[in-house]
């Protein structure tokens, strides 16, 4: 009960930084969300034992931090590719496709996506750490009313995903304001982009 208060108010705090503020933090949270996520599979992976589900998940947090500073690049890429897959595999089970329509719709989008992450990365940071901001603050309220917004358990739970969609697309909107003329990503400094939101190229 106290790791799902935990992770719960953990994952509402985290996910709304990553949807308004991801784009000036972006390497900074790509450890804290593999730690995140890296807990939550690791609490699934030892149901019966916390220790090694922090553990593991601090494990996820180091592999995606050295990554974040050393090939930031191309773990947005390979990001993205993920993502696209993802989304589109969720899609085709949704609709009800079966699997191996699910996997080239995937494939499909996930080429497409990490085309779109190389090509305009500074509009799909904004974009990546909306949606996953988004994602975030639900999985952590689903673990606070689970029979609404379970949506984790739940693939039919169309209320949680319209929701996410909601909060992303707001969530873009704001960083496009608020980021507006930078370009961290697609013309980064020596060193590569910034763990904060300075300096800044414009």
Do not use: E, H
Not at 67 to 82: C, D, E, K, N, R
Not at 125 to 150: D, E, K, R, S
């Amino acid at each position: 009960m106290l790791d799902n208060i935990l992770l719960g108010t953990l994952g509402v705090l985290v996910g709304l930084v990553v949807t308004f503020y991801g784009y000036g933090i972006f390497r900074m949270i790509l450890p804290v969300l593999g730690f995140f996520y890296g807990f939550i599979l690791g609490r699934d992976l030892f149901p019966n034992s916390p220790v090694w589900g922090w553990t593991f998940g601090l494990i996820i947090a180091v592999a995606l931090a050295v990554l974040a500073y050393a090939y930031w690049s191309v773990l947005m890429t390979v990001g993205g590719a993920f993502i696209g897959f993802s989304f589109g595999y969720m899609l085709g089970d949704w609709i009800g496709l079966w699997s191996w329509i699910n996997v080239i719709i995937g494939v499909v989008l996930g080429a497409g996506f990490a085309l779109a992450y190389f090509l305009f990365k500074d509009l799909m940071v904004m974009v990546w750490t909306a949606f996953a901001g988004a994602g975030i603050i639900f999985a952590g309220l689903a673990y606070f009313w689970p029979a609404v917004l379970g949506w984790l358990g739940n693939s039919s739970n169309w209320l949680t995903f319209i929701l996410t969609l909601v909060v992303g697309v707001i969530g873009t909107i704001a960083q496009m304001f608020i980021f507006s003329g930078l370009a961290y990503y697609s013309a980064p400094p020596a060193g590569g982009p910034p763990y904060v939101g300075a300096p800044a190229q414009r």
